[in-house]
């Protein structure tokens, strides 16, 4: 068994349970992609938080680079320092996201090869229900659910970009290599849930569907915490014009 494989196995065991307690193949699917969300939800925010830090620290680290840029090792020392002295880890985003990634993989080979992963034989025969207006959950959908994805998944790296979360996105260059991403990805989403199972590609609809909402509560946690560094250079510059007069 492969790497992708051993992921996939356990979280077979999940959806197999899940069908066991609930009859339907889909909805089985559904609350299997809930549980996966709200666990990962730790993970995002983590991601999210550590991302919206080193956004803000963005013309601090440009300060130093152009002051330091004919001294790496006096630029790395002082980057180091405003890290310490802004607490902020520039690895902190990355455990979360390869955690995500691992088990993004897991779902998507078995969601891909269900057959290959579910314990049962009872969901050999369940992968292929219908649901909706899909007659056959093991093949794929033309064109409803896989535009369905897409849009779910230009809202949500759209909302990611406007509000800062994504990384890479002060240099010009990289907002141009971020716009293409935008379209472009979502554009990909689209062919690629045509040729998948729709049961993949209703577990990644509605995987960014939920991403929407956790996206407009992170927005409000970054505003939150930009008021209150706001609030804080306020503060600090009070406390100098009172100690100089």
Do not use: H
């Given at each position: 068994?492969?790497?992708?494989?051993?992921?996939?196995?356990?979280?077979?065991?999940?959806?197999?349970?899940?069908?066991?307690?609930?009859?339907?193949?889909a909805i089985a699917l559904i609350i299997l992609t809930l549980i996966v969300k709200l666990c990962l939800y730790p993970f995002y925010k983590k991601q999210i938080l550590s991302t919206a830090g080193m956004s803000e620290m963005g013309p601090k680290l440009q300060a130093i680079q152009r002051q330091y840029a004919d001294?790496?090792?006096?630029?790395?020392?002082?980057?180091?320092?405003?890290?310490k002295e802004e607490g902020v880890?520039?690895?902190?985003?990355?455990?979360?996201?390869?955690?995500?990634?691992?088990?993004?993989?897991?779902?998507?080979?078995?969601?891909?090869?269900?057959?290959?992963?579910?314990?049962?034989?009872?969901m050999y025969f369940a992968v292929h229900e219908s649901f909706l207006w899909i007659n056959d959950l093991a093949q794929p959908d033309p064109w409803i659910l896989p535009i369905l994805a897409g849009i779910a998944t230009f809202a949500s790296f759209y909302m990611?970009?406007?509000?800062?979360?994504?990384p890479?996105?002060?240099?010009?260059?990289?907002?141009?290599?971020?716009?293409?991403m935008k379209y472009g990805f979502p554009?990909?989403?689209?062919?690629?849930?045509?040729?998948?199972?729709?049961?993949?590609a209703t577990y990644w609809f509605l995987s960014q569907f939920?991403?929407?909402?956790?996206n407009i509560r992170f927005n409000q946690i970054r505003r939150k915490m930009k008021e209150e560094a706001e609030a804080k250079k306020r503060g600090k510059k009070h406390a100098k014009a009172v100690a100089r007069t």
């Open positions: 068994m492969d790497f992708f494989g051993i992921l996939a196995t356990p979280l077979g065991w999940i959806l197999t349970w899940l069908y066991d307690m609930v009859g339907n193949y001294d790496k090792e006096m630029m790395n020392q002082k980057m180091t320092e405003l890290y880890n520039p690895m902190a985003g990355c455990l979360p996201m390869i955690i995500q990634m691992i088990v993004i993989m897991g779902l998507f080979t078995l969601l891909r090869y269900p057959l290959k992963y579910v314990p049962s034989e009872s990611s970009q406007q509000n800062g979360a994504m890479g996105q002060a240099p010009n260059s990289s907002n141009a290599m971020m716009n293409v554009i990909m989403i689209v062919w690629l849930a045509k040729t998948y199972a729709a049961g993949l939920i991403q929407i909402f956790y």
